[in-house]
């Protein structure tokens, strides 16, 4: 039997930490006429958008938006303020945190790294000690949730009273958490939170969101950049003036983004911050009641991101093959040296009991039918008890 | 009476330079599910995508997709193969070749500028006697079509001629004019065609579209820049490893480009060559039958952009508002200078007959609804001998 056995589109249930699940209201939100992007129509949604932007984000500054995937804001992020021989420390734990130091590097500065092992994130500790030997540091660059790994920074509001003790900026590439964990701009003194429209937004991708502070928008404008395409002060002052963008605009994903805001906002952001904490839990303790080891440490566990370790013999291809074509549900292989020795659920954006508890008995039947002996009952059972919470 | 008396959505005709109107079904493809971008789900597309794009653009290499806006890819133009010191030849007549010479500049290179006035396009001539005296020049970058007046180059393939002589790239800024104007890359000895998924191809905003050529691919590997976002060398990468991205890619417009890209193939790019140019002399002819003088040079006359001088009096915020609100035909303003002095007509994508008579009509009734007259039925007589050729 397959699950194409109608011969219709079968809807896969897409756990990745990014594409996601999109509402079917903030895909239809996408068919709409072509508009000017230089005409009220567009302003109109433009304002909106900020409007919205800034009531998630709790930031005072205008937010704003590239057409771009998330790595285009996180690199804006570091071309906008650093310059040749400027300090940056930053957390590298996995793929996306040792693209940050190689950005940083790109332009010149010199990257201080807070490292830890795969699966595990820097300390709060490492970074007091990196300020206090570096304390001309211009900027600190936390990836706030190791997408590659599973592991996440718990000490986010820490980091932002030490940076103000320093006069460093804080800099967040949120790409895959924000909006599933809390991290308002203003109250935690963060001065750039990057992230993408494709993760705990559950909005299609193709648009990056920015919010920042009024010291981050003050340096750029101080010594702006050169090029254009990630050139903040040019998205500022269009803004600004007219409501538009610099570079046309991703409009469909516009369209969408700002159906998501209105969900986002209707659910209240401290609601989404829990319900991304209680899946998560009660994903880590069904993958247990299993049988399988949860990959990575224990403190350092993402909200967003599950990872769990393969049996011995189990093959990654074979284990995800079967669990996409028999079970319809797609999860995430592992980067670099850990692909095929660890897979990554992504529990977020929609991500509610149903999705948890399709994808625990898919993954403990498919382990079954592989051979791979896994308690179904004592996943589920461990599941709904942190569930019964929501 | 309004467009909007029965209080639905009213579609108005968007006759600008891109975004532009997009047919139902390309729009429909994006209501999609989602997929992983990491899947064969996803490379099965990137496969069809390539194979399109290397028919449509008839190049060699496979053709390279941003989730971005085409400023992006002219920015990737320059930041992949320009280092300090190097010479680059650029056409400036408006604001985008303006934008090109400021990136040039950006990277350290020297711009060679072959200027001429806004509504005119630089000369053959004038790029020959720049290589002369600049032998050792790198690249020579053409802004094939200046959107913001409405001139374009009319002598690219001689310019491909010329560069192969003297060994300097041939990139072509071809985002508004790509699929509406003759530019295959082979057999016109281009190097880099940089456009975008808005303009001429009928499809919603949100991707840019790269073609090169072998030898510009081998110089940028030899060379590779630093930053990530436009990093072509790890786009062709991780294409030609595993068919996808390397950072998460605008999966609605990939939907939609994949789309319009079946119908642009079943068209053919001649038969587009020969639409986009009878509709252009149907609306210059139209214009000027109609009482209106044409903006800019007739020799550098685009067949994509059509600009128009206002009359005396007109004022551009009242003609296009009335435009815009009495008979839902939508188009743009001027540039700079020349905000207020010029409208301009995006004749591209889906242009035909019913597009360029609705937007003729629709124009000369509002300059006599507003106090100037324009003789509508030579206008319309004007269009119909272009038109009786499609």
Request: glycine share 8%; aromatic share 10%.
């Amino acid at each position: 039997m397959s699950i194409n056995a109608n011969n219709a589109t079968f809807q896969k249930l897409i756990m990745l930490p990014g594409p996601t699940n999109v509402p079917i209201e903030v895909t239809q939100a996408m068919v709409a006429p072509s508009i000017g992007h230089r005409t009220t129509d567009f302003s109109s949604i433009m304002k909106e958008m900020i409007r919205k932007g800034k009531i998630l984000f709790e930031c005072n500054e205008d937010v704003i938006y590239l057409s771009s995937s998330g790595t285009a804001a996180v690199e804006a992020s570091i071309t906008n303020i650093l310059r040749k021989d400027d300090k940056a420390i930053v957390t590298v734990c996995g793929e996306f945190g040792g693209r940050v130091s190689e950005q940083i590097s790109s332009v010149g500065a010199s990257a201080i790294e807070l490292v830890a092992d795969y699966g595990d994130f820097p300390s709060l500790s490492d970074l007091e000690r990196a300020l206090e030997k570096n304390p001309d540091t211009k900027a600190v660059y936390i990836v706030t949730n190791e997408t590659s790994s599973g592991a996440m920074c718990h000490w986010l509001k820490e980091a932002g009273d030490l940076t103000s003790k320093y006069g460093a900026f804080l800099v967040a590439d949120a790409v895959s958490n924000w909006g599933a964990d809390k991290m308002p701009l203003e109250d935690y003194n963060i001065d750039f939170i990057a992230t993408g429209s494709q993760k705990s937004c559950a909005a299609p991708p193709g648009l990056a969101m920015i919010a920042l502070s009024k010291r981050y928008k003050e340096q750029m404008f101080k010594d702006p950049q050169k090029l254009h395409f990630l050139n903040l002060p040019r998205y500022i002052k269009m803004s600004d003036k007219v409501k538009q963008t610099p570079f046309t605009p991703c409009l469909p994903v516009y369209f969408a983004l700002n159906k998501a805001f209105d969900i986002m906002i209707e659910e209240g952001m401290e609601n989404r911050y829990v319900r991304h904490q209680v899946c998560a839990k009660a994903f880590y303790d069904a993958f247990e009641a299993m049988g399988l080891q949860l990959f990575g440490e224990p403190k350092a566990r993402s909200n967003t991101v599950v990872s769990i370790a393969y049996p011995e013999g189990l093959d990654d291809k074979e284990f995800r093959g079967s669990l996409s074509k028999n079970y319809g549900v797609v999860v995430a292989g592992g980067f670099g040296d850990y692909a095929g020795k660890i897979f990554r659920v992504g529990s977020l954006g929609m991500i509610n009991e149903y999705y948890v508890l399709t994808t625990i008995s898919s993954i403990a039947n498919n382990l079954n039918r592989l051979g791979f002996k896994a308690n179904t009952d004592a996943a589920i059972n461990a599941a709904l008890k942190n569930l019964s919470k929501l």
